[in-house]
């Protein structure tokens, strides 16, 4: 004799729901998403975004491991990603901690500059140096 | 001459590197790798040309440091926020004898500021220092660094760059 399960028992086979994604995109945007898609052949958005997902989760994994994503060109030259959101997952900005060791009067004259209402104005240098 | 900087990389050559410093020279030959990747010290960025891309032509490391707030004279302290002070060490900064005059200092030094804002921007970081030797001081000071008081009199002179000072210096430029 089989058993029927109560109208409200869950069962154990439910089926899972997929989750609804809607993104309001600019013109520019749009434009960019379909030449993406076209260039991947890719025909849906649902594949778009599952491709998108699986590249990104693999980009925040590695920064968060603190490798670099590089590029390199056939010739050997080599870029590195650069991306502010990455960058918050990855280790203390991958620049290690150390300790340095400072006297009493190091320490008074550095907390005088740290203090000081205003900043020293940047000389020439450093304002080609910061827009070189 | 086209130049690249970059983060120092395992297979760079780094042997015939001569800035007319022996520590220097030592450093980035033996030790600026092995810190980097295996000892986490320091982070060492090398300038290449476009040419050679493994040949070093100047480099500097850099370190991120913080000074605790309770270790600044008292009466220094209510100034002060309520952290440590988080600050970024340009440990050290070198080029190649035989390319000075051709501009890596500048940029090596421009990257390091490139860092400090954006470490400023991810992490927090008040302000840029660096142990210069005494005959580099002016070089140092052209870029805004200002001598910390206090140091020996002998041996290298701390000096101080505030990143408030860093970020106008971007601002002017717009």
Request: aromatic letters at 8%; a positive charge; glycine letters at 6%.
């Amino acid at each position: 004799m089989a058993i029927k399960p109560k109208r409200n028992q869950p069962t154990t086979a439910r089926r899972t729901r997929n989750t609804k994604f809607q993104a309001d995109l600019a013109p520019a945007e749009d434009r960019a998403l379909r030449a993406l898609k076209e260039d991947l052949q890719l025909r849906s958005n649902t594949d778009f975004l599952a491709d998108a997902v699986a590249l990104f989760r693999w980009a925040a994994s590695e920064r968060k491991l603190g490798h670099r994503i590089i590029s390199e060109t056939p010739g050997g030259e080599r870029k590195v990603l650069v991306f502010p959101r990455l960058e918050r997952v990855a280790p203390e900005a991958n620049l290690p901690r150390i300790e340095i060791a400072w006297t009493k009067s190091e320490l008074a004259s550095l907390a005088e500059l740290v203090s000081s209402a205003e900043p020293q104005p940047p000389t020439e240098a450093l304002v080609r140096a910061v827009r070189d | 001459m086209a130049v690249i900087i970059r983060r120092l990389e395992e297979s760079d050559e780094t042997g015939n590197f001569d800035c007319g410093d022996a520590p220097l020279n030592n450093y980035l030959n033996k030790h600026a790798w092995v810190n980097q990747e295996k000892s986490s010290i320091g982070v060492t960025y090398v300038a290449v040309e476009e040419a050679a891309l493994r040949r070093v032509l100047g480099y500097f490391t850099i370190a991120m440091s913080s000074v605790p707030r309770e270790a600044f004279p008292k009466k220094y302290v209510r100034g002060l926020p309520s952290y440590d002070l988080p600050l970024m060490l340009l440990a050290r900064l070198g080029v190649d004898l035989r390319f000075a005059g051709k501009g890596i200092g500048h940029a090596l030094i421009s990257e390091a500021f490139r860092i400090s804002l954006r470490v400023s921007g991810e992490v927090g970081c008040r302000c840029v220092i660096t142990d210069a030797y005494r005959d580099r001081m002016s070089w140092y000071a052209r870029y805004g660094f200002i001598p910390i008081e206090g140091a020996a009199a002998e041996g290298p002179q701390r000096m101080f760059l505030d990143i408030r000072t860093i970020r106008k210096a971007l601002q002017s430029q717009l």
